[in-house]
């Protein structure tokens, strides 16, 4: 089938063959992201089972789907997440934002600062790839492009201390 659409019959077959060493080369190369500690939800579920002031059963799934989105390399799928997780937050740091959460919150230089890098950066990407119509061509995004892991661990340990 993708013969028919490429130019030169010769030509596609030996297209798939290439399109398809490189798929399987770079999927078996790349091991799993670990874009949340597993001790983070741990915890986290820990905390939820507490009656915490806030109801932690979205936060939690968001951030499981985000691990398996990444274990799956659904891409965009997890910068979109990973915005809502930023999104979802702020009223566990008295916030209606998570820019109210970087300029506002009375946390330490280092953690406004890592809180500033992922509401910037991830916000940018996901937005990107949200709103960006359809172009004659594309750059896929890559696991390096959408992993925000250090930054969210530095929030998700915050959250950990506002709640226990």
Known sequence: MMQQNMVGAGTGKAMEQLLASVTSESSQALPAIAVVDPQRLTTLRAIAAHNPPFDLRKLIQLLEELVRC???????????????????????????????????????????????????????????????????????????????????DVLLGEIIRILQ
């Open 70 to 152: 990444m274990d799956q390399r659904a891409l965009f799928v997890a910068a979109m997440l990973t915005r809502a997780i930023v999104d979802h937050v702020p009223p566990i740091f008295a916030c209606k934002t998570f820019n109210e959460v970087v300029n506002n919150y009375p946390g330490s230089r280092s953690f406004k600062e890592s809180m500033g890098i992922l509401n910037t950066s991830i916000r940018k990407i996901a937005d990107a790839h949200l709103h960006t119509p359809i172009r004659a061509s594309e750059v896929l995004p890559t696991r390096i492009q959408v992993d925000c892991a250090r930054e969210l």
